[in-house]
């Protein structure tokens, strides 16, 4: 059985920053491209950012620059710093494992950006 427990969501001022966590069981997170998505009220859900296999890694232009994402193989985790927080990076935050036509999702943890 295939879980993916995302933590380290809360509450943070603006500029703040955050470390979100997502611990997988079931998987290998070395042999998956791995990703971070959010979905704010009323929206769809997008994109953070992924790092493949290869540990590279890509990011949505309104992070970039903020958000650093990382894997450690050896614990079978991966995290997303984030960094710079504003209001508008208030959202649900899931983790992905992908792996050809198979993908796998957390349960998401909340994360909220305001003074």
């Known amino acids: 059985q295939v879980q993916l427990v995302a933590s380290g969501g809360g509450l943070v001022q603006p500029g703040g920053s955050l470390r979100l966590s997502c611990a997988a069981s079931?998987?290998?997170?070395?042999?998956?491209?791995m990703g971070w998505y959010r979905q704010a009220p009323g929206k769809q859900r997008e994109l953070v950012a992924i790092i493949t296999t290869a540990g590279i890694t890509n990011y949505a232009d309104s992070v970039k620059g903020r958000f650093t994402i990382s894997r450690d193989n050896a614990k079978n985790t991966v995290d997303l710093q984030m960094n710079s927080l504003r209001p508008e990076d208030t959202a649900v935050y899931y983790c992905?494992?992908?792996?050809?036509?198979?993908?796998?999702w957390g349960q998401g943890t909340q994360v909220n950006v305001s003074s």
């Open positions: 992905n494992a992908q792996q050809f036509g198979t993908r796998y």
């Open positions: 079931g998987i290998s997170v070395s042999i998956y491209t």
